[in-house]
């Protein structure tokens, strides 16, 4: 299974002949369920280095796990440098950006982080980095800022904290499909259910539960469980 996912994760970064390289990404509800997949899906990341952007969480009224990211990236031989994005100069989200292997985002306001990847010119930096095929984690809010419309995530989210959006929703489109975490989850659940159900027929919205995640790997897209899940069903 490794040997195959290191053949993947090297055909996924190589340029396709065109100087355009496969997308990596894997986008989940929570981390730490399905971290434990990444090898499966990627290959080894010994020796990689990341860059942890936790700036949703800043207005979350959630406590959030940043801590427990760093520690589930160290065990995969990640090593994680935290890039607070509202703070920091545009130089330095630059450098770190482009100096990492891993560009991972976490959870918390999905509007606030909108607003400050926009305003500091962070969505473009993670654009980029995308397209050289380099791996986006994105979590929680992180995974709903990937798509190309965050609108649909209000009912679970408050939209007044990225007022600087002025009505501007759109994502950062580095991916066709709209995660919609937390579903079953105790205290987003049920906002989860409601957006279901209402649908929105201009977004191709994938449920998550918290341990579940998207993997993306260039044209191929498919949703995986945390290895507990597959040793109940057994």
Not at 19 to 27: A, E, P, Q
Not at 29 to 46: C, I, K, N, T
Not at 136 to 165: F, N, Q, T
């Amino acid at each position: 299974m490794e040997q195959l996912a290191n053949i993947v994760r090297g055909r996924a970064e190589r340029s396709d002949g065109e100087g355009v390289h496969m997308k990596n990404l894997f986008l989940a509800s929570r981390f730490f369920p399905v971290a434990g997949r990444l090898p499966d899906l990627f290959g080894s990341l010994e020796g990689r280095r990341a860059v942890l952007i936790p700036t949703a969480g800043i207005v979350s009224r959630v406590k959030l796990p940043v801590g427990l990211h760093v520690k589930e990236l160290a065990r995969l031989g990640v090593t994680t440098q935290e890039l607070e994005i509202s703070s920091a100069s545009h130089s330095e989200i630059a450098q770190a950006i482009r100096a990492a292997d891993i560009v991972f985002v976490s959870g918390g306001n999905t509007f606030f982080l909108l607003q400050e990847l926009k305003r500091s010119g962070a969505d473009r930096l993670i654009a980029e980095h995308v397209a050289q095929g380099k791996l986006y984690i994105g979590i929680s809010a992180g995974a709903v800022a990937a798509g190309p419309d965050i609108e649909y995530i209000k009912p679970m989210d408050d939209h007044r904290k990225g007022a600087g959006l002025r009505g501007d929703f759109a994502g950062l489109d580095l991916v066709a499909l709209s995660v919609m975490p937390h579903c079953g989850d105790i205290l987003f659940g049920k906002a989860a259910q409601r957006i279901l159900a209402r649908g929105d027929a201009r977004l191709d919205l994938r449920a998550l539960t918290n341990r579940q995640a998207i993997a993306v790997r260039g044209a191929q897209t498919s949703t995986v469980a945390s290895r507990a899940h597959y040793r109940r069903q057994a």
